[in-house]
């Protein structure tokens, strides 16, 4: 069993930056692949990036060169810094694990974290 609580999120102007932090519980985070997922109001969940177990990383196109995943096994947490926000990054971010980074990459996962709003005004 793995728990996820995502910290970090909040109102931003466009061309700021935010820096999302989710903390896990459990022995084995190292194990599992990590990953963010969005989901904007009326739309539908969008994967955001995923970190494997050896840092191998994926990215959406539509944030690639402006966001970037990362993790720290000592601390149990995974990262995502956020650069250059635009008004369409507004959304509820959620950290999601699985042992699958394939399923990540699908916008799935086996374990998510309540949430954090990002908000981004133009």
């Known amino acids: 069993q793995v728990q996820l609580v995502e910290s970090g999120g909040g109102l931003v102007q466009a061309g700021g930056s935010l820096r999302l932090s989710c903390a896990a519980s459990g022995r084995t985070f190292s194990s599992y692949a990590m990953g963010w997922i969005r989901q904007a109001p009326g739309k539908e969940r969008e994967f955001v990036a995923r970190?494997?177990?050896?840092?191998?990383?994926n990215y959406a196109d539509s944030i690639k060169g402006r966001f970037t995943i990362s993790r720290d096994n000592a601390k149990n947490t995974v990262y995502l810094q956020m650069n250059s926000l635009k008004p369409e990054d507004t959304a509820v971010y959620y950290c999601?694990?699985?042992?699958?980074?394939?399923?990540?990459?699908?916008?799935?996962?086996?374990?998510w974290g309540q949430g954090t709003q990002v908000t981004v005004s133009s």
């Open positions: 970190i494997s177990p050896y840092s191998g990383t």
């Open positions: 999601a694990a699985d042992t699958s980074a394939r399923a990540l990459d699908a916008g799935t996962g086996d374990y």
